[in-house]
Each structure stands twice: as structure tokens, then as C-alpha cells.
């Protein structure tokens, strides 16, 4: 092609940046008043910041432990507090967010002059344990309503079923930055683009495959599996062309990286009970719940592995833990197939 018949990509996505995108889905909604507009952005605000002090980390001293063990047990790294603090500061402004749950935190940090009516969940920076080497990780994000008429938030008002989220996203700091968003109707991913500073739409309406050809599990713990689970991983490596197996082994250890290939490849991604974690690994709250609502609005699926929906689960506590499924839904019910009735 010579130069002269060149010309520049049109396309109608082009220039949409992430609060133009949500700014003109609260047009398009009756009766909206703009704070869950303004609370998104607050949202998408800490995590252009968390951005910023995750892609210079290795050079500001960022890197490593506190020292300190979180409400988990789980030793904190210097990027854990720092992105769990950038949270709360910045969704403190503005009075739409009324209370914020994150993993880094034994309780919720209530914000009492809030007059906005919702709730953050969050696990600030997801795959900890990566930070160090360079590996992909993430910021998980749900937002809930709570009615101020009944009083300030409370942790009783975080325990609500992940049916009941407004909206949920992560975004993961990988080769790119992106940042993946849903408010329950279509799944759109964002590219940050650090030369302007923004997040831009670079994927429209994200639909995980029926099926996929990998699974992703950690395979460290196959002595610790239930008997089901053991026999998934075998079926799941045994040489059927006519079905397409064996599949690929893909594994991260960064959930949001692992979910991420998976929702937009196809697949699936599973954490479950074992003798270590009887009650799975994963927390409801702030990591199962959002990936849950994200799958489902893509055409994926969630479950316990054992027939229940991550969605339809009623939270008993704040940090409650629970077994996950989650991905292409042909490959969740073949995972399933063999556990349900353990
Ligand atoms: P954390 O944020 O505390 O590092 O937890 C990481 C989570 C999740 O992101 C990942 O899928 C899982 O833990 C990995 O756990 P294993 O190391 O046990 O495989």
C-alpha cells in the first residue's frame, strides 16, 4: 500500500474515554441523578493513581513487605497498603460511596458525611505474592446500595448476595493496563494509555466463549483435592481429540490475571475447597462476587463447583471464603459434572 492510499483507522470507538463511556450510559438511563456516575469515576480515579505507583514501583522503594500480617493472616506488602489507602482517599471525597470493604481491612471504613447510598467492596491489589516479580496483578472493585434512611453502614450491610451489585470491575496491571467494567448489562474493557492518561475503550461488549481449550487451577494441591476434583484434572488431561483433549495448563497465581485470559479466551479458572481451605481459598465479598457478575454479563458462569451459584450466595461474613468455578459455562459444567454431588 503506498503512502498516499493510506489512511487513518476510523472507528466509532475511537476517543471514548472511560468516564465519556460512563457519562453517556447515565444519559441514556431514566431517572438517573449522577452519583453512581461520580461514584464509578471516583472508582476509576483511585485506580489511575494505583496505576501510576504500580508501574513505578521498582524504582520509589515501593517494593516488598510492611512487616505487618493483614485480617487474612497473609503477610502486607508496601502496594497493598498503598493502593487500599489511595481507595479510601479518594472514594472519601464527594459523599457518594457512604462505606468501603477491602480485603486490607478486619472492618469498613464508614464514611458518616456521605449522601451517596452505596458500598465499595474491594480487594485493592490482588496477586500480592507477584508484586515482586513482575507478574501481572489486579484491583478487584463491586459497588452495592445501601438505604440511608435505615442508618450509617454497618458491616451487617456489606453481607448482601452478589445478585445484588450494581456494578463490578478489576482492572489488571499486565503488559497493558486495563480496566474491565460492568454495571450488569455488557462487559467493556478499557486500555490505559499512559502518553494521555487515560483509560480508552479497546474492548466493546466482551463475550466469554461457550467453550474454551485450557484450565487453570493450582496443581500443587492435588493431594488436598476432593476425589471429584481429582478426577476432573485427570479427565481433563486425557488425550480425546474428538473432544478436544487434552487442554492446556495456564496458571498465573494473580486471580485477576488468571479470570482476565479466561473471560476473554475462554476456558475455565477454578479455586476449590481443599483440606488446607475447606471453605475454598477466595473471598465472596470483594473477589468471587465481582468476577461472578463480570462472567455472567459476558455469557460465562460462576459457581461453588458444587451447583450453587457464586451470585445467589448469602454472605455470613465480611471476609467469608468460598470455593470458585468461574468461566466458559460448557467448561464450569464439565467441572461441575464431577463434583456436584461430593
Ligand atoms: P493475594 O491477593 O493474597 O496474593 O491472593 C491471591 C489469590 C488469587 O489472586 C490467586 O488466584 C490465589 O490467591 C492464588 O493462590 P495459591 O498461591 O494458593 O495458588
Not at 502486607?76 to 468501603?100: E, F, M, P, Y
Not at 491489589?125 to 463491586?142: A, K
Not at 450494581?166 to 499512559?194: E, K, Q
Not at 483433549?245 to 479458572?269: E, K, N, Q
Amino acid at each position: 500500500m503506498s503512502y498516499a492510499s493510506w489512511a487513518p483507522p476510523s472507528s466509532p470507538q475511537q476517543g471514548v474515554n472511560l468516564e465519556t463511556f460512563i457519562l453517556e450510559g447515565m444519559l441514556e438511563t431514566e431517572g438517573a441523578t449522577g452519583t453512581f456516575t461520580a461514584l464509578l469515576n471516583q472508582i476509576c480515579l483511585a485506580t489511575k493513581l494505583i496505576t501510576s505507583r504500580v508501574r513505578r514501583a521498582g524504582l520509589s522503594d515501593l517494593l516488598g513487605y510492611t512487616g505487618e500480617t493483614n485480617v487474612q493472616g497473609e503477610q502486607v506488602q508496601k502496594l497493598d497498603i498503598i493502593a487500599n489507602d489511595l481507595l479510601i482517599n479518594t472514594l472519601r471525597r464527594q459523599g457518594h460511596c457512604s462505606a468501603l470493604a477491602s480485603e486490607e481491612l478486619a472492618e469498613p471504613v464508614v464514611f458518616p458525611h456521605a449522601s451517596g447510598g452505596y458500598l465499595v467492596v474491594t480487594d485493592p491489589l490482588d496477586g500480592s505474592s507477584n508484586i515482586d516479580v513482575d507478574i501481572s496483578i489486579g484491583t478487584i472493585f463491586g459497588v452495592l446500595r445501601h438505604d440511608l434512611k435505615t442508618g450509617p453502614p454497618t458491616t451487617q450491610s456489606f453481607l448482601q448476595k452478589g445478585r445484588d451489585l450494581v456494578a463490578a470491575g478489576y482492572v489488571i496491571y499486565g503488559s497493558s493496563t486495563v480496566l474491565v467494567l460492568t454495571t450488569g448489562n455488557g462487559v467493556h474493557g478499557f486500555t490505559w494509555d499512559p502518553s494521555v492518561g487515560e483509560f480508552f475503550l479497546s474492548h466493546n461488549n466482551i463475550r466469554t466463549p461457550s467453550r474454551g481449550n485450557t484450565y487453570s487451577i493450582n496443581e500443587g494441591n492435588t493431594s488436598r483435592w476432593s476425589p471429584g476434583v481429582k478426577a476432573w484434572n485427570e479427565y481433563i488431561k486425557s488425550v480425546d481429540p474428538e473432544k478436544n483433549l487434552p487442554y492446556g495448563a495456564r496458571y498465573v497465581g494473580s486471580m485477576v490475571a488468571d479470570a482476565h485470559r479466561t473471560l476473554l479466551r475462554g476456558g475455565m479458572f477454578a479455586y476449590p475447597a481443599d483440606t488446607k481451605s475447606p471453605g475454598g481459598k477466595l473471598r465472596l465479598l470483594y473477589e468471587a462476587n465481582p468476577f461472578a457478575m463480570i462472567f455472567e454479563a459476558a455469557g460465562g458462569k460462576a459457581t461453588n463447583g458444587n451447583g450453587t451459584n457464586i451470585l445467589d450466595i448469602k454472605p455470613t461474613e465480611l471476609h467469608m471464603r468460598v470455593p470458585l468455578v468461574l468461566g466458559s459455562t460448557e467448561d464450569v459444567d464439565t467441572f461441575e459434572s464431577f463434583t456436584k454431588n461430593e
